[in-house]
């Protein structure tokens, strides 16, 4: 399955975004919350918007590979929900406002599709079956 690849992906990203977190908190000394500290503040919103998104995205595109969806459908809205994290971070870490903006486009552009190209290739015959 090709949406498997992608998991892998964005497992890996939540990985590395949560290891940000853990690394800031010990050199900060923080157990709770950011402490006030900037760059923990950030590393904790940058692995919260990966959390909010990356989950979701994940499960429409695995759906859309079981309804059928061509296979270069799957690789197109995988590398752009992937992108967009990936841009995101990039802004967010560096205070690029532009980048965050299009890393959230992308992702959202590629929510976008996974939604109607799911609606486009579900099984209608069977969502309104009786049996």
């Not at 967009?84 to 967010?92: E, I």
């Not at 980048?99 to 552009?109: E, I």
Request: hydrophobic share 55%; net charge neutral; glycine share 8%.
């Amino acid at each position: 399955m090709v949406s498997a690849l992608y998991a892998v992906l964005g497992a890996l990203l939540l990985i590395k975004f949560s290891f940000d977190v853990v690394r800031l908190r010990m050199q900060y000394h923080v157990s709770y919350g950011d402490g006030g500290f900037t760059e923990l503040q950030s590393a904790i919103r940058i692995h919260g918007n990966a959390v909010e998104y990356i989950p979701v995205g994940l499960l429409l595109l695995l759906l859309m590979e079981m309804d059928g969806a061509e296979t270069w459908m799957v690789h197109v809205c995988g590398l752009l929900l992937t992108a967009g994290r990936l841009m995101h971070y990039y802004g967010f870490h560096h205070r690029l406002i532009r980048w965050r903006r299009s890393g959230m486009s992308a992702t959202w552009a590629a929510l976008l599709l996974m939604v109607l190209s799911n609606l486009w290739y579900m099984p209608w015959e069977l969502v309104f079956s009786l049996h």
